[in-house]
């Protein structure tokens, strides 16, 4: 947290200079014009483009991305399918469709991300089949009320569908005779900021008896993409919130933390909230530069529906954010990070008149909401992760990001947050709060029942499933015939 006088701040209320935004390139895979690589998944930091390539078939295995620097506007043919249906300064991918499989080309984001914009065109040997036919009598060429349409479907980590756009490549309806054959823009920018996979899927209204008679690719170039902005923290007064961090361990505070402001067990029980307005003082531990601590629940964090838990800090204006890593560990000694990506380029001087901080930049950091909101996480981005049980998640490390560039994000990039800061210097950890939570109910009916501060915990009983009829009065000793299940009532 910094420390200055409001009279100084006046002066400098200028418009910032926003950065976040990142545009995928293949550039640094060719050398020259008139290349292609169709056996590789490429990877643009946070994006990947998946590829299947089947080496022994020197061809597609089911679909995916292909990669080229090729410009042939003339040749319609298979040996042609990394083409454009317009020339293009820089390296692009070229997507296929799996029609039999029924498999689409794929973006994968390493970590939740707000898709912005894309540039879409035909293939040339798509669009001269559609105007053409192609030379073995499969494909006619469109005509009245034809289609092909590109569909982009965007999907949370979950793998529910959260957005979902048609893009028309060719059509022929209402007397139209459109062909795409130029690059054109989408605007993304209207999906969610959860995006974890794009998928491309083409159809056609050209289908014969073994499928598709268009040759179902396209071709995409400049993909931007950013993350989530302030506006999607977990509010402190949520009733999803079962619980708070109750302990704390290895209290470790960095650099430009004074004496006074030392005391880690701030960082436990309830967000402090927004203390109209002006900042949380108290309720709050800084970690200083560098600085960490150790975090712990009256019951373990699980990996369930949604965000798992939120941490809070105590940011008051979105110009001024202080970045933390967060970290988790299922036995207390061996911890795991969540995926970072920092899209800010350029160092953030503490009382610089116009680059200040924008939480589109900041991918899987703590700190990018408010006070009195916190920044949610998902177990589900660490599952697979060998040592680490996501459901049963005991301990919550918070690691502050010292801002200069000295910190590296997943992919070397280094990570700038407001610097310098000074007195209560670093993160201001104001609370943990848990959303899944882990409540183990044993076999044995002589157990004790799963409990969290602050619920009642009910014994419930119905005779029967089929339907239920669950009840809390005149519950029979567990053991009988019949159904139980534990409620936790707030």
Known sequence: MRRCCWFLLVPFLVLPVFAAQTTVSFDAHFTGPDEYLENVSLADEAATFLNTYYESWGSWYWAGFAFSTVSNLVANSYTNQYAAAQGFPRAYAVGYHDYYQNIAPEIAFALP?????????????????????????FSQPFGSNDTYILTLTAYDVEGTVVATTNHYLADFRDGKTFIQTNWSTLDLSWMPADVVSLVGALTTSDVGIYGPNTPTYFALADFTYAYADSSGGIASTNSAILCWADGWADYAPGTNVEAQWQVPANATGAAEGSLDGLGATNGIVPLGDDGSIVLTFPAPIADGPGADFAVFENAFSEDFLELAYVEVSSDGTNYFRFPTHCLETNWIDTYGATNVTDPTAFGGFAGKHLQGFGTPFDLRALAGEDGLDVRRVTHVRIVDVKGDGSNLDDYGNPVFDPMPTYGSGGFDLDAVGVLNACLDISADPAAAAPALPGYETVLEYTPTLAPPAWRTNDVPAQGAPGFFRWKLVK
């Open 113 to 137: 991300a707000a898709p912005k914009s894309v540039r879409i065109n035909n293939t040339t040997y798509t669009a001269l089949t559609i105007r053409d036919g192609d030379e073995y009598g």
